[in-house]
Nanobody, 119 residues
Framework: QAQLAESGGGLVQPGGSLTLSCAVLGSSIRVMNMGWYRQAPGEQRDLVAS???????????TYADSVKGRFTISRDNTENTVYLQMTSLKPEDTAVYYC?????????WGQGTQVTVSS
């Protein structure tokens, strides 16, 4: 059983940057496919960025078209943490951001962290 804890959200002005963290307890992220999702009020939860497990899946990170060139997903296997670096933030990036980890039939979500982009 894995537990995911996001942090790093907050209020930022348009054009600003934030880095979200997702610390994983109880399982190694090396074997897990990791993803960041977001959900704005009244909207569905959408995939923002994903990074396959380097051991079980391989392959490059992928991004939603709306964040390509602005967001970067990365993992630190030593810290067992996944990051989402967000730059050039826009008001439409405002949402609750969730971390997700999958491995086989296992599917874990964090509790979410609020990101608000506003002047």
């Amino acid at each position: 059983q894995a537990q995911l804890a996001e942090s790093g959200g907050g209020l930022v002005q348009p054009g600003g940057s934030l880095t979200l963290s997702c610390a994983v307890l109880g399982s190694s992220i090396r074997v897990m496919n990791m993803g960041w999702y977001r959900q704005a009020p009244g909207e569905q939860r959408d995939l923002v960025a994903s990074m396959p497990s380097p051991i079980t899946s391989g392959g490059p990170a992928t991004y939603a078209d709306s964040v390509k060139g602005r967001f970067t997903i990365s993992r630190d296997n030593t810290e067992n943490t996944v990051y989402l670096q967000m730059t050039s933030l826009k008001p439409e990036d405002t949402a609750v951001y969730y971390c997700r980890a999958t491995f086989g039939e296992y599917d874990f979500w964090g509790q979410g962290t609020q990101v608000t982009v506003s002047s």
